[in-house]
Structures are given as C-alpha cells and as structure tokens.
C-alpha cells in the first residue's frame, strides 16, 4: 500500500515526530511504501473560502505555497497518517492547514484508511482531536483504523511503540 504520513510537530525530534517514525518502520517492514512529510516545516496557508477551487480552478487551488507538494502525494495514497500533537484540545494548526486545503478536491481518490497519532503533555486533551478525525474519516467515507495517543508519562516508551506497531499492523 502506498502510505502518507504527514507529520505536525515542529520539534523535530519530539514525540508525535518518533511516533511517526516507528508507524513509518514498522508498515515498511510489512512491505509497504511510506512517504513522511512533516508539515509543519513547510509553508502552507489556510484555505481563502475564495471558491477560485470551484469555479475558474476545477479543482485547483489558487495559492501556490508548499501544499503544491503534497496535491500529488495525497492523489496517490492509499491511507493517510495523521501524526499531532494536542496543544489545545485540537488537533495542531500544522495539521489543519493541509487538511481545509483539500477543500479544493474534496477528498483524496485513493485513500481507503486513516489513523491518527497524537502525543501531548496532558492526559485529557483528546477529545476534540478524536473528534475532527472520527469526523473526516465519515466525510471522506475512508476506515478508521484508529489511534493511538501518548501523554507525558507514556513518551517514547515501549508500550506506545508497540500500540504504534499494532495499528500499523491494520494496514
């Protein structure tokens, strides 16, 4: 299966980064193609509302920042990773910003599953991140594989890495 994670954590050796990671090991390890992205070094912009996408587009957007890159990644997956830390109850601006700007397509073609992985300094943060991915799973009309979250105490420890492998074992 072809494979994209993108990856919204700015520190680049931080925890949703590493669990990014072991989920990109282990689905390679299982003989599938992974690209990982990590978005949040790139420059991507919210989406305008303006409707250029709908009308004089078909289907492009009409800023050309560094969402131009992952058009054509996300045309071809098979199953989008979402990797974010929880800040605020959310999911992270780096992650949002890719995400509204597929408004100008609607949804990827090709993608089948999603997961999600989430790490944050508290432990009741979740929800409303659970929330938007349940949600965009159902719009999209993709399986929700699941998610596998880690609060301060559960950082790069063995039991998350093997939770990480587990889901990447539903691939």
């Not at 599938?32 to 992205?37: C, G, M």
């Not at 090709?110 to 965009?136: N, T």
Request: contains cysteine; neutral net charge.
């Amino acid at each position: 299966m072809n494979i994209l994670i993108l990856q919204g954590s700015p520190r680049a050796n931080g925890n949703t980064a590493w669990m990014a990671e072991e989920f990109k090991k282990a689905a390679e390890a299982a003989g599938h193609e992974v690209t990982l992205v990590n978005v949040a070094k790139k420059k991507i912009t919210g989406c305008l509302a303006c409707e250029y996408c709908h009308n004089k587009g078909n289907g492009a957007c009409i800023q050309k920042d560094d969402m131009q890159e992952l058009y054509p990644l996300m045309a071809e997956a098979e199953v989008l990773v979402l990797a974010a830390p929880i800040y605020y109850f959310t999911l992270c601006a780096q992650i949002q910003a890719p995400i509204q700007r597929m408004y100008c397509v609607n949804s990827p073609a090709k993608v089948k599953k999603m997961a999600l992985l989430m790490s944050s300094y508290s432990p009741s943060v979740y929800d409303g991140a659970i929330a938007e991915f349940r949600d965009i799973c159902n719009y999209w009309g993709v399986d929700n594989m699941g998610y596998v979250s880690a609060k301060i105490d559960e950082q790069k420890t063995d039991e998350i890495k093997q939770k990480v492998f587990a889901l990447a074992g539903k691939l």
